[in-house]
């Protein structure tokens, strides 16, 4: 192409020189021609203009205006008398003024017009040539080049363009280079290191792809491609689990017609919501299986332009399992209210058993009494006062009446005692055990200092507990165990903690006269007795009070025993809350 | 031993009774007097031309007014304020204990049913408020 541009170039030049040149030339030309005819003029018309032959002057006229470079010719005697005229181009004329002399004195004029346009139209003809002949040689030169060009590069051309388009198509082999051609080769290493580069790319490419479309099939999760018109664009194979479609009929489907219809409305925003590229996340919404039924599915989605990239979830088990849950806990709450109404009826029921029980008591302690008093006192009084008039026997029916008096009045005492326990309120405190145990040990050594009994007493038994009543609980126990090993010589007596089934259970053992376990469920009965009043004093009423102070603080209380071989009596409390640090 | 009158508060006949024979036993000379309920007996601390008792022994479970209702009313008043009031009663209740010392009685003493410990404590209840103790100084009537 430069080539071309030069050529044309050189040869405008060349025209153009050429040009001003001949110009040049031509101007000088004329300028001796001007001169030459201004002679030429001068000596033709002095002798006519003096002999004022004006025939000869016209015929002069005409014969000199034949030649194309006049194109003015005015001939006029010395009054200014027109005799010749001519005039020929409108055109730019030199024109020039000639006197006519004869022997010194002016006999005429002549005014001469000359013209360059004939030179000029040579001069273009010319340029018009040259120009046309440049042409010619550049389209020659083209043609020449084509020919050339095309005759000689096509088949290398040829061969690499093939090797190319195998390249486009995918088949990544290395270039056939051209042999003839030497100057190919780098272009063709080049493409060739090309080629090499791209299907480097597109192997990793498709390396990663295949990656990516392994995972796309093997994920759990729904996975999804969608666009913002609401189509599936591409779904991994657990949807067709999911929804029960096989994949042919899910992908390219409008997703919208597969939604519940109240779930539309807040599908439909999700939709705006990603088509504003912003992205939808734990959005949920049912999906209708092809069975019918609903799934819930939750939605975590991205956009990315008019597509949408989703990841989602069935979690159709998990809303049954909340909506279970909610029920039951409608449910529980259903039950909690009836309970907590059935407590209340209970509790009133029970405060009015209560005030019953207080009135009963306090009734009890006035009224059940007295007349005891009154039996006892006139008894003694008769046996006072009438004692010389009655028999022996009569005495004696006096003093069984006065014993059976103040029997009663025992067993109203201990009733009215243990009436008052479930009654009286409690102050929980942390308390030790085995500090009660001790004092209540020294009380009954005390009170008997001739026995012997080994007490065996474990430390660090604190409890929760109301210490009025947990000393009432220790001291009948360890005085049961006192008790019913009195008619042994040696008696060994323990307050212990043991642990059964991760529960702390404290007990109170001895080795006295134990009892028969098929009888162990009287044991807690007021004023059920297992052994005789002569063998072990007692009115039948300490393991029932044990037994009230033990329910009292939320605990069990049981026994194991065998006869002669000592009884145990465990029983659990709660234990004292684990002491913080600057609590009292 | 102490002059004057005791006022035994007592509905019960046969207590009466007993409550005399056992001061007798425990040699405690002083004249009873019987009020059978609250009423009487106030109207007993009351009346104009009684000389106020050495010693009140006060039931506590009586018709018409109650006897925790006669220590009250003593104590609200100028001339029986001072008057000691012994609490002999069947009841050890805790509610009754705690209303009669609130109230101002000078002792609670629950009557035993074993006639031998009554006569006993009759005996002691008149040693100790006849004979040990100083009354109050005699008020104006």
């Known amino acids: ?584 | 031993m102490k002059e004057g009158n005791i006022l035994l508060v007592e509905d019960n006949p046969d207590h009466a009774i007993l409550t005399r024979r056992a001061l007798k036993q425990g040699n405690v000379a002083n004249p009873v007097v019987v009020a059978e309920d609250g009423q009487a007996a106030l109207d007993f601390l009351f009346a104009s031309g009684n000389a106020l008792p050495a010693l009140v022994l006060l039931d506590l479970k009586l018709p018409k007014v109650d006897g925790l209702e006669v220590l009250k009313r003593m104590r609200a008043d100028e001339r029986t304020r001072r008057v000691p009031v012994v609490i002999l009663t069947s009841s050890n209740d805790e509610r009754d204990l705690a209303a009669g010392y609130d109230l101002g009685a000078n002792s609670y003493i629950r009557k035993p049913v074993d006639f031998e410990q009554f006569s006993k404590a009759a005996r002691d209840i008149g040693l100790y408020w006849l004979i040990l103790n100083e009354p109050p100084p005699s008020t104006h009537r």
């Open chain 1, 1 to 584: 192409m430069m080539l071309v541009v030069l050529i044309s170039l050189v040869s405008i030049t060349v025209g153009i020189v050429d040009y001003l040149y001949s110009s040049r030339m031509q101007t000088a030309q004329f300028e001796s021609n001007a001169a030459r005819y201004e002679s030429d003029l001068h000596q033709l018309l002095e002798l006519p203009l003096w002999n004022v032959d004006d025939a000869l002057i016209k015929k002069i006229g005409s014969a000199i205006t034949t030649n194309k470079e006049f194109a003015y010719l005015s001939i006029r005697d010395e009054k200014q008398r027109v005799i010749y005229h001519y005039s020929k181009y409108d055109g730019d004329i030199i024109k020039r003024e000639l006197v006519v002399r004869h022997n010194g004195q002016i006999i005429g004029s002549a005014e001469i017009g000359l013209t360059l346009q004939p030179y000029q139209a040579e001069n273009r003809r010319m340029i018009m040539a040259g120009i046309g002949i440049a042409f010619l040689l550049i389209a020659l030169l083209f043609g020449v080049m084509r020919w050339v060009l095309s005759s000689l590069l096509k088949k290398p051309m040829d061969t690499l363009i093939g090797s190319i388009t195998e390249v486009v198509k995918g088949k990544y082999q290395q270039l056939a280079s051209p042999q003839t051609y030497e100057e190919f080769s780098p272009i063709v290493s080049s493409i060739d290191t090309m080629s090499a580069v791209v299907a480097n790319r597109e192997e990793s490419l498709r390396k990663k792809s295949e990656e990516l479309e392994h995972y796309f099939t093997s994920a759990l999760d729904l996975l999804c491609i969608a666009d913002t018109d609401g189509y599936f664009l591409k779904l991994n194979p657990e949807w067709e689990e999911t929804l029960g479609y096989p994949m042919t009929e899910l992908v390219g489907r409008k997703f919208l017609e597969l939604v519940h219809p109240d779930d539309m409305e807040g599908t439909l925003q999700a939709l705006s919501t990603l088509s504003a590229q912003n992205s939808a996340l734990n959005f949920t919404n049912r999906y209708r299986h092809k069975d019918g039924s609903y799934r819930w599915i939750e939605w975590r989605s991205y956009p990315v332009g008019t597509m949408i990239y989703a990841s989602a979830r069935d979690i159709t088990e998990r809303k049954r399992a909340e909506d279970e849950i909610s029920r039951l806990n409608e449910e529980l709450h259903r039950h909690a209210a009836q309970l907590e109404q059935q407590v209340a009826a209970r509790t009133a029921q029970l405060e009015a058993a209560n005030k019953e029980l207080e009135a009963f008591s306090y009734s009890a302690s006035h009224d059940l009494r007295a007349p005891l008093q009154t039996i006892d006192g006139f008894s003694r009084a008769l046996l006072e006062d009438y004692g010389d008039k009655l028999g022996a026997e009569a005495k004696d029916y006096l003093q069984r009446l006065r014993a059976a008096a103040q029997h009663m009045a025992g067993l109203i005492d201990d009733l009215l005692k243990l009436s008052r326990l479930t009654r009286a309120d409690m102050a929980l405190e942390p308390v030790d055990l085995g500090e009660l145990a001790c004092a209540v040990a020294d009380e009954l050594r005390a009170q008997e200092p001739a026995r012997e009994v080994a007490f065996e007493i474990a430390a660090d038994a604190i409890v929760q507990g109301d210490k009025r009543l947990l000393a009432i609980l220790i001291q009948n126990l360890l005085g049961n165990a006192w008790k019913f090993t009195s008619k042994h010589p040696r008696a060994r007596i323990e307050f212990g903690v043991a642990e059964r089934d991760g529960e702390r259970v404290y007990y109170v053992r001895d080795d006295g006269a134990g009892f028969d376990m098929t009888r162990v469920d009287k044991l807690f009965i007021p004023f059920q007795r297992l052994h005789t009043t002569s063998d072990f004093p007692g009115q039948g009423i300490g393991l029932a009070t044990v037994r009230r102070i033990v329910a009292r603080h939320g605990g069990r209380i049981w026994a194991e025993a065998m006869p002669e071989q000592g009884a145990t009596f465990y029983f659990t409390l709660p234990a004292a809350p684990a002491r913080t640090p600057g609590s009292i």
